[in-house]
């Protein structure tokens, strides 16, 4: 290459290229130094007049350019490019130096840049006297949401769950292990499912008495992947054709939003045997359709859950609409155990356990309030004021279980009969 070149500070007096070109010469040279900034980045940096240095041959062609933007006393390199028919001859030393000055006149101290190994003009950084760190890794993802998916979840009473909330799900350790390994696991390292030839579950159906958490664990799972969470209700969608348009439409929308978990409880509500219910037969018919053709993309959870399996129409049961049924039923008595050390630490866990079958969660912090009201009492007559193992005890004999003995029987079946693990 023999034609001339020389180097500019966008800027200058001298004719520079406008922005339309940068950004050319980023898509013509393929890579651009600056990894983990996108071309919107860069656009906007010169848009607002960031430091700049370009490269233009002698003709006025655009050959090389360097963006940064300044932040204190660092300057973050954006893009580093140079047009494939002009490498080798020194613009990129040359551009770096001249972006080194402009930099220093801007209050700016040090320069960084994320070079990906093997970067035309890699040289330049090591020449320009740029020190490379070893043991730095570059971590990137993408946001949860682009502000369009985040209208369409706030639309419908959705959010991104805070952090915590799966380990936060006690006394459910056997149906919470098997939800992390079936069901978060696969969707969190999708690769290594891909490599195995594992599909991850995109439609799981939770079944079990009321108040054994499975709504909890819908929102849970939301919260351990960082994915948004909507809840649909069955009550505000309507019965009939109406209901089941409604539902079309709700999940036509929500299937436009990646790293969702759509939540419907109640599922026997619209999903009912069409044969004990034919009013039920529109919705049962579109859930059919929906549910395949909501799996079909990735990056997406269907949770539906139930207190009556027996009751849903048997086609929705079948392979193909469900990867999981999963059965959540009242804490066992180690899971209990738990419970009650956590909840309940003045009493015995394995005494209180023994004593507590059918009671979930919710029973246990219901037992530590009445425990305590009983020791205030207490208190208030002058005596300590501390909780005991009696308290705990006399609290337990006065609160009802949520899972009553014929429920958890029946439950027992349904788990032998309707489990797809």
């Given at each position: 290459m023999t034609e001339s070149w020389r180097v500019l500070t966008l800027g200058d007096r001298d004719p520079v290229a406008p922005v339309e070109e940068v950004v050319r010469l980023i898509d013509l040279a393929g890579t651009a130094t600056g990894a983990a900034y996108s071309r919107s980045d860069v656009v906007e940096a010169l848009h607002e007049h960031q430091p700049a240095v370009v490269a233009l041959s002698s003709a006025g062609e655009l050959v090389g350019a360097v963006i940064a933007r300044v932040a204190g006393p660092d300057a973050h390199v954006l893009a580093f490019v140079l047009h494939p028919g002009w490498r080798h001859l020194g613009i990129g030393s040359a551009l770096l130096r001249?972006?080194?000055q402009e930099v220093i006149h801007r209050g700016s101290s040090r320069l960084l840049a994320v070079v990906p190994s093997g970067q035309a003009g890699e040289d330049a950084f090591v020449n320009q006297g740029f020190t490379r760190l070893e043991g730095l890794h570059l971590f990137a993802r993408d946001a949860s949401m682009v502000p369009e998916e985040l209208a369409i979840v706030e639309r419908f009473g959705g959010s991104v769950p805070r952090d915590g909330l799966w380990e936060s799900m006690m006394g459910f350790s056997k149906a919470k292990e098997l939800l992390d390994r079936r069901v978060v696991a696969p969707l969190a390292h999708t690769e290594l499912a891909d490599r195995l030839?594992?599909?991850?579950?995109a439609a799981v159906l939770l079944f079990g008495p009321p108040g054994t958490g499975k709504t909890s664990f819908a929102r849970a799972i939301a919260?351990?992947?960082?994915w948004a969470f909507v809840?649909?209700?069955p009550s505000l969608l309507g019965q009939g054709v109406e209901g089941a348009r409604a539902l079309r439409d709700a999940l036509a929308e929500l299937g436009r939003v990646d790293r969702l978990v759509t939540f419907i409880d109640e599922a026997d509500e619209i999903a009912s045997d069409r044969s004990e219910r034919p009013d039920s037969q529109p919705l049962v018919n579109e859930l059919l359709k929906a549910v395949p053709q909501f799996k079909s993309r990735?990056?997406?959870?269907?949770?539906?859950a139930t207190n009556s399996i027996a009751a849903i129409d048997p086609a929705l049961l079948r392979p193909g609409r469900f990867d999981l049924i999963v059965p959540v039923g009242a804490p066992d008595e180690d899971e209990r155990a738990e419970l009650a050390a956590e909840f309940l630490p003045a009493g015995d866990p394995a005494v209180v356990a023994a004593r507590t079958p059918g009671f979930t969660p919710a029973?246990?912090?219901l037992v530590a309030q009445r425990a305590a009201q009983l020791a205030f009492d207490r208190a208030l007559d002058g005596q300590a004021a501390a909780v005991i193992a009696d308290d705990i005890l006399?609290?337990?004999d006065a609160t009802r279980p949520s899972v009553s003995a014929e429920s958890a029987e029946r439950f027992a079946g349904e788990a032998a009969t309707f489990a797809r693990l």
């Open positions: 001249q972006l080194d030839g594992l599909r991850p579950p919260s351990r992947l960082s809840e649909l209700h990735p990056d997406r959870l269907m949770v539906m029973d246990f912090a006399a609290a337990v």
